[in-house]
């Protein structure tokens, strides 16, 4: 049989089809996948448990002698509303911001009932101020049916204008919290999946080159569709273990109510990481399957993929350690849009709302069109290293075929 009794589609695909099979076969892959998914999982169950520990723990809020008689609606409302509320009385508001100061207190009400204000030290949660909300609306208005003559008008706009403000004493601005974790995770997953399935592709290279598989399989087909089977069929199942352990961690936050859909949207962070682990996989599994092609011995392998593999340790580290909490800082603003660094960055970056659309499609488009040329040299480095056994083979001999 000759190179041309198989078009280059069905080359690809009958290789393509074989590594599928050779990979859902591997007892080392099913257990990684499993273990990455009971941990996205069990990550999610134990920050619930944390959420709820903490929740126990109820608010304190400080009354002065204004806002006294706000303690009993206070408690009937929070009790109705599910949460735990320890009422406190304070002399005066100088001794209640000391008392919050000490951490005795979490919040002071201070102020005429219609112009409530609610000082914190940092932030206030959103479900205590929703209640004494409430409550001084009611107050408000209970005062405005007296005071006013029950026009339902004017009983109505001030209950409105009863909504109390919140006073930080040592304010911090706001922080994107569920992003910059989202997008912590999501470094942390898109490395291990490029890293995991890269190597596949090296070390396959080597397996069929030592066994001289190799031989064989290109007695039917040309080397560079060898190759692009190869990455293709470990591209579309660490495709498929990239978008199980996200939809297993998407389920687990949407299901136990730990992100606020307002602060991130999780689909579309996945589907963008989905994305970026394609692009990257090509970008990474090309460069590491010439570099493997150059050696005939697993032991040998190292030694060729170390360039390629510091090339992603660089972005990772720099991703997982500044990217999360400062994404816009300006080294990895500028990788980010870098072919090879973005994979491993612009995921990150998505995640805690960093970018706009159009810049994550410009890194996206800016990685695509580095590819074919990637491939092409990839290819070459193959076709002209991979029938070569014996001692290493030199970069320069492979890139002329000599």
Not at 21 to 30: D, E, K, T
Not at 130 to 147: D, K, L
Not at 307 to 333: E, F, H, K, Q, R
Request: glycine share 10%; net charge negative; proline share 4%.
């Amino acid at each position: 049989m000759n190179h041309t009794e198989l078009s280059s589609g069905a080359a690809i695909r009958l290789i393509a089809s074989r590594e599928i099979r050779l990979r859902l076969r591997s007892r080392a892959f099913l257990i990684t996948t499993a273990l990455l998914v009971l941990a996205v999982v069990g990550g999610g169950l134990l920050v619930n448990l944390a959420q709820a520990g903490s929740s126990d723990e109820g608010t304190t809020v400080g009354l002065t002698s204004e806002t006294a008689d706000l303690a009993a609606p206070l408690e009937a409302t929070a009790e109705a509303a599910g949460i735990t509320l320890t009422i406190s009385t304070v002399p005066d508001e100088a001794a209640g911001r000391a008392d919050i100061d000490d951490g005795d207190l979490d919040a002071l009400l201070t102020g005429p009932v219609d112009h409530l204000t609610i000082v914190v030290d940092k932030s206030v949660d959103p479900t205590v101020q929703a209640v004494i909300g409430a409550v001084a609306r009611e107050q408000a208005q209970a005062a405005a049916i007296t005071e006013l003559g029950g026009d339902p008008a004017a009983v109505a706009a001030a209950g409105q204008a009863a909504a109390p403000t919140v006073t930080a004493i040592d304010a911090e601005p706001a922080t994107n919290t569920a992003g910059m974790i989202t997008g912590l995770l999501a470094g942390i997953l898109m490395f291990i999946a490029l890293m995991t399935c890269g190597q596949m592709v090296a070390q396959g290279v080597v397996e069929e080159k030592t066994s001289r598989v190799v031989e064989l399989l290109l007695a039917t087909v040309r080397p560079w569709q060898l190759m692009a089977g190869k990455v293709l069929g470990i591209g579309l199942i660490g495709l498929g273990q990239v978008a199980l352990v996200m939809g297993a961690g998407v389920a687990t936050a949407f299901g136990l109510d730990l992100v606020d859909p307002s602060e991130i949207s999780l689909g579309s962070t996945a589907a963008w990481a989905l994305v970026w682990f394609a692009v990257g996989f090509v970008t990474y599994a090309t460069a590491l399957g010439a570099s493997a092609a150059l050696v005939s011995r697993q032991e040998d392998v190292g030694s060729v993929t170390t360039p390629v593999l510091t090339l992603m340790m660089v972005p990772y580290i720099i991703g997982v350690s500044i990217a999360p909490y400062d994404p816009d800082n300006a080294l990895v603003s500028v990788l980010s849009y870098i072919p090879f660094c973005s994979p491993l960055l612009m995921p990150i970056r998505i995640a805690t709302d960093a970018v706009t659309t159009w810049q994550a499609l410009l890194a996206l488009g800016l990685s695509v069109a580095m590819i074919p040329a990637l491939v092409w040299l990839a290819g070459k480095i193959y076709s002209n290293a991979v029938l070569r056994t014996g001692s290493r083979v030199k970069l320069r001999d492979a890139l002329r075929g000599a």
